[in-house]
C-alpha cells in the first residue's frame, strides 16, 4: 500500500473533476461564500445525476478507498463569489 497524500485548495471561478484515475479517497468541502454546483457524471441504477447546488456554510465529505476510488465528480463554482475551501486525501 502506497502513501496518503493531502491536496488542499480554495476553488473560486472554476471547476474540479475528479475522476477514477486520480486515487481519490476522500474529499472534503465547505462553502465559503455564494454557491457551489455538484454533478456526478455517472448514472445509478439508470437515473442520470443532476447538478446539486450547496450554499455558504454547508459542507460534504465523500470517502471511497484505495481500491475503490472516487469517479464522476465535478465541483463548479461558477462565479468570483463563489467560493469552497477543498480537502483531498490520495493515495
Known sequence: MG???IF???LTNSSLVISKVD???S???LVK???ISFLGNLTFAGIASTSVVWTTG???TLMGSVSNPL???TITASSGAD???IIISYS
Open 23 to 25: 486515487n481519490a479517497v
Open 27 to 29: 474529499i472534503s468541502v
Open 8 to 10: 488542499t485548495t480554495t
Open 33 to 35: 461564500s455564494g454557491s
Open 71 to 73: 469517479d464522476g465528480i
Open 83 to 85: 467560493s469552497a475551501y
Open 3 to 5: 502513501q496518503t497524500n
Open 58 to 60: 454547508l459542507g460534504v
